[in-house]
T-cell receptor
């Protein structure tokens, strides 16, 4: 079974500072994918970034980067130069990619608030 | 390009009534997923389809829940009869391929009185 742990229920960060949201995972599957989603107060789930278990380099997407440490089973999201619009819930998720299509297992999320 | 489309966006119903939620996946995507989000349980997978075939429905809470995917562009999640504990946000998501990123619809906020 897969498990995602997000240990930060909430975070307050000053605007323009960098933010690191923690995520650790557990799985026995050798092939898996790690995802981060953003859920603003409006409720939609927005895909941010993806990291495959065999990817050699850390994934980056604009201001988002994923600090992937396979041996530690961690996949922290880093947001550079935070903005007020980054205030939202952030969910880490994973899925097995070794077989057929599979559903995502989500963590409980981190509520990020960016302060001016 | 249109994203995942869900309807209705909000549904308020009385206990015992039948509820039908609808989803249109992104064109070309061959996997479709139904999730439920509650404060107590977070986001949990209910069922998913691959090429219109149900693959895993182990997350469906009980027999009151059923899901169908009659073709590649349409899926329904039905609750009959509905109960207050079914109140939640129901998300539909789709992806292309086994390693594909899942893109979510806007969700249906269901309230059962």
């Amino acid at each position: 079974a897969q498990k995602i742990t997000q240990t930060q229920p909430g975070m307050f960060v000053q605007e323009k500072e960098a933010v690191t949201l923690d995520c650790t995972y557990d799985t026995s599957d050798p092939s898996y994918g790690l995802f981060w989603y953003k859920q603003p107060s409006s409720g939609e789930m927005i895909f941010l970034i993806y990291q495959g278990s065999y990817d050699q380099q850390n994934a980056t997407e604009g201001r988002y980067s994923l600090n992937f440490q396979k041996a530690r089973k961690s996949a922290n999201l880093v947001i550079s130069a935070s903005q007020l619009g980054d205030s939202a819930m952030y969910f880490c998720a994973m899925r097995d990619i070794g077989g057929g299509a599979d559903g995502l297992t989500f963590g409980k999320g981190t509520h990020l608030i960016i302060q001016p | 390009d249109a994203g995942v489309i869900q309807s209705p966006r909000h549904e308020v119903t009385e206990m015992g009534q039948e509820v039908t939620l609808r989803c249109k996946p992104i064109s070309g995507h061959n996997s479709l997923f139904w999730y439920r989000q509650t404060m107590m349980r977070g986001l949990e997978l209910l069922i998913y389809f691959n090429n219109n075939v149900p693959i895993d429905d182990s997350g469906m809470p009980e027999d009151r829940f059923s899901a169908k995917m009659p073709n590649a562009s349409f899926s329904t999640l039905k609750i009959q009869p509905s109960e207050p504990r079914d109140s939640a946000v129901y998300f539909c998501a789709s992806s292309f391929g086994q390693a594909g990123t899942q893109y979510f619809g806007p969700g249906t906020r269901l309230l059962v009185l």
